[in-house]
């Protein structure tokens, strides 16, 4: 082959940027770059002569200096040694620093090359190979870069296509699923909220199109959108930066590959991207941070997140709040509020609805032990699996769901909130404990609570998210759980499986059980067959602990929210119970906001009858949802007493009476609480590595002073002031 050095024509450099049959009719290539740039074009002026002849005195050059324009002030003697094509705008440039944090450079622009941008007043360009097509705001630093460059066709993430672009380029996210079933598109702005309707409800076919409507509205078609950094942002040390929005404040320092992402980063919030990163189509959120060799593809970050130490997030949603390390995750909806942190562990195909962690050799995923790539799992708040736990999909977990490390070798479904499964590998069985975390571990459980509140850093919330492990979502599921303990109870009591007409007496003749008979019914071994899909049962520990467990919990939580919603709203038990017409309703967890599902029907009826038009509109419909949740809740609270006391109105007896139940209980999770930790502090394992009880101290701190046990104390106060201040009537 005889290879020939190609010559072109003498072309003026940033000319061509936009392919001529995508320009409208009377528009230059520049007219969308005077759109976005802040700054009046009429603001700047040609070169004077004598400053043309010190810039090329400077080692500068460019094929026509009349597409250089400069603002005032503007000193030519800080541009050294670079490269001008195209139309290029300087800002003012004076002589000053330009610093951030202890990295300080001089105002001008150094051994560089640009081509066709605008430059902010007092930016730093040095040692940039390769600037094309970008906007700087004021105050950037842009130093030692290969390349950073805008194309013509540049979407910054969004999952839109530009005119005349193959629909095969158009950048999706296979969210909870490998085979891409449940694909979405991520635009700017999206939430776990907009990725769960989009990915949990493929059936309504009119919903879907609408979703890809609304998200085809957040982008514009046109080609030839600039490529933007946000004042006071800082790039150092990159290979290759290309089709990035940067926002402001941003620090990134010596990633090796930026390509199509858009940095949601605020001078309030600002983003930090560090060493060895390498980002492709992709969001993240305001002030989150990616660090030390870390690859995602295809992903989306959320508010306050980390991912570090070589993390791979691909085809994800990772929810605020999260923090994820070494570990790989690939097709996830995680909802806020997501821990990580060790290499051998992944999660794949799964949805995890926030409050969540997995621990090293926790192997999560669709076709790692079965004979697909289309398995799921799905996974209520708090799911924790313990060490070396692996899953066999697909597998659905209720809330807060504590795996003990294990082998399970088939499918499982367990409904019941707060429990612990565990495998004994003797029978071959598994075995689960309901209500585990209330009756064993209120440390953890209390725990979880606060550290996601005091983990939450975000300045703007843009998505809601409910910590308490108590809400109407898990307390539905405690209901559920209560009928399926006393279904069971009267079916191995009667040693038959039920009818499905047959299964509300069951439920009716195991309630009386456990209540008339517990010892009768703890002496019994209790097997049930509809959790694992496998030919043995799996056995239910302490049936009568985990209902009276459950029922405390429903307990507390009714008295709780009631009598602080009425506290804060002044007024009596009476009035909010004459007020409103109590139901309990069903409850979706939609992104880590809590709504009652009629009022998510009533969304979805108004995108279809177009009464809604736009994602702006439906996140304006979840901070409506938000402003009537505390409302909601009390009502649910109001609903759920009613269950428990079995009675459609509650008399004052019965309030005075469960408001005493309720204040033991509340001292008791203070002492179990501090009960718990004791136990670390009292253990003479524990205490062999310290030469004594005041080097532990220094370590560990006191018992006395564990903040989580003061909080313990503080919550316990309110409580009981709050429950004893509320009036019935």
Known sequence: MNDKVMVLPEVRFGYGFIPPEFLPEGKDEYYLRNIQNKKDPGSYRHLKEEEIALLEQNLNTSPCWDDVLVSDPFDPSLIKNSEFYGLVRIGSMARQIVSFHDFSVPVGITNSRIVSCDIGDSCAILDCSYLSHYILDHHVIIYR????????????????????????????????????????????????????????????????????????????????????????????????????????????????????????????????????????????????????????????????????????????????????????????????????????????????????????????????????????????????????????????FASYVLIAKGNYPHELNIPLPFSLLGSDAKEGRRVVMPAYWWMYNLYALERNSYKYRKRDKRKVIRQQIETDYLAPDTVNEIFTACDLLCEWVGINYNRTRPTSQERSDLITQGRNLITTKPSEVQSMQMYVWELENSNEPVEVLKTVEAYQAYQQMLRYYAVKTLSEYCTTHEITISEFQQAHDAVLEPWLNIGGQLVPEYRFEALR?????????????????????????????????LATLLKVLGCSEINQGQWEQVVDEVATIRLEIENQVFKTKEKDFNNRFRFSTYRTVEERDVVLGSLDDNPFIQESKQITEQVLSQIRQVRFS
């Open 145 to 396: 870069i290969g390349e950073m460059q805008t194309t013509n066709h540049a979407k910054f993430g969004s999952g839109i296509l530009k005119d005349g672009e193959d629909p095969e380029v158009l950048t999706t996210m296979d969210i909870m699923n490998e085979a891409g079933g449940r694909t979405v598109r991520p635009f700017d702005g999206m939430l776990p909220s907009d990725a769960y309707l989009w990915g949990t409800y493929r059936d309504d076919d009119a919903l879907m199109k609408i979703f890809e409507t609304l998200t085809d509205k957040t982008c514009d078609a046109r080609r030839g959108y600039y490529g933007f950094v946000g004042q006071q942002s800082v790039i150092k040390s990159c290979d290759t930066v290309k089709d990035v929005w940067v926002g402001e404040g941003a620090y990134i320092k010596g990633a090796n590959k930026l390509k199509n992402l858009r940095l949601r980063s605020t001078l309030a919030e600002p983003i930090q991207i560090g060493e060895g990163v390498e980002l492709v189509n992709g969001i993240i959120g305001a002030g989150s941070r990616v660090f030390y060799g870390c690859k995602a593809i295809r992903f989306i970050m959320g508010d306050n997140c980390n991912l570090k130490y070589g993390a791979r997030l691909i085809h994800s949603f990772l929810g605020d709040n999260s923090t994820v390390s070494c570990c790989e995750l690939l097709s996830n909806l995680i909802f806020g509020g997501h821990e990580q942190h060790h290499n051998n562990s992944f999660l794949i195909a799964s949805m995890i609805m926030g409050q969540s962690n997995m621990a090293a050799g926790a192997n999560i995923g669709s076709n790692h032990n079965s004979r697909g790539n289309d398995g799921e799992m799905v996974a209520g708040r708090g799911f924790w699996p313990a060490l070396s736990s692996t899953l066999k999909y697909d597998c659905k």
């Open 605 to 637: 009826d108004g995108l279809k009858e177009g009464s809604i038009n736009s994602w702006d509109e439906v996140h304006n419909a979840y901070a409506y949802w938000f402003s009537l949740y505390e409302e909601d809740k009390a009502l649910h609270a």
